[in-house]
């Protein structure tokens, strides 16, 4: 019998669907049945943002508070491979995606089947990675492969074109001087390759062992400065989103986390990047080490 694939997503700005479209293509070239499911929230996100909007979201994104999702059908109810195509919004899994980790026709779905996810991404998307593969791993699914893409431009560049992007729903380069924001159009397009080196795995009855052969085709490349930024960043969201999340009036406080923001992007995060290059990266090359390989699915 045939390969089923499930290809489940959510997109705002259609950059996922855009990656998704791309990598499975392969596998529909090879005569696998790739069944390919959009998911929305009953209530969607304006797209382009406003200020506060985007910025509002942060709290039950960071809590981990799931939103109702529209119906989607599935044409199967067993599938050989589930793909899962996610973003992550302040560290986390965006609340969509979140939404589609915590429902039960997908915990169903995935439950023994081997998953692999595709995250698109500014930068940062190591903490979000982590609490996926939790779900997953908790779920009973074996995560299997993971491919993470990224803006490659450096972080301060980012943080400008990434808020052009969101604020006018234009992925285009902002003021015709800075690069175009998100996923490069040649890493999109690139994505065919681990498309490709799935199904043959997959064809091949060895899907769980993909990681490694991906991992070669640099599916994953770890930036340790936003490693520490990250590693410190995420403690110091949890702490934010649990105080906001108990206030009456949000707004005030979403503001100064705003704030808070931009001055740790910019002040903070260079100190820290050096006080760790001096004092710590020297004496943790074991830790640094392992960590890698655990965000790299390989341990
Ligand atoms: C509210 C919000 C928060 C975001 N936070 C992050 C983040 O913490 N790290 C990151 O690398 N990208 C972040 N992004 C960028 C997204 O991960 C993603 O690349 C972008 O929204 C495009 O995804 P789409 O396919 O849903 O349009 C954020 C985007 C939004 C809208």
Known sequence: MGKKVLAIYYT????????????TAP????????DTVAVKPLTEYA???????????????????????????????RYDLVILGYQPWFLSPSIPSNSILQDPTFRQVIKNTPIITISAARNMWLS????????LTDAGAQHAGNIALVDRHPN?????????????GKKERYLNK?????????????????????SEHLLAGNVLNVQKELMAKDAVVINYPLMVIEGKAKYIFAAWAKFIAKRNNKAP?????????????FLG?????????IFIKPFSEKRIRQKKLQYSLLK
């Open 27 to 34: 596998m529909v070239a090879a005569g696998i049945d790739v």
């Open 156 to 168: 301060f560049i980012s943080f400008v074109t990434i808020f052009y992007w969101m604020l006018t």
């Open 178 to 198: 800075f690069p175009k924001p998100g996923v490069d159009e040649q890493d999109i397009k690139g994505t065919k390759v681990y498309g490709k080196i799935i």
């Open 128 to 135: 979000a990675y982590e609490r996926v593969h939790k779900i």
């Open 47 to 77: 797209f382009p943002w406003t200020g506060p909007r985007f910025f509002s979201v942060m709290p039950d994104c960071v809590l981990g508070v799931p939103q109702m999702l529209q119906p989607y059908q599935l044409k199967e109810t």
């Open 12 to 23: 705002q700005s259609g950059q996922m669907k855009e990656i998704i479209d791309s990598f």
């Open 253 to 265: 406080w979403i503001t100064a986390f705003k704030y808070y923001l931009f001055a740790a992007l």
């Open 269 to 277: 995060a260079p100190i820290l990047i050096t006080l760790d290059a």
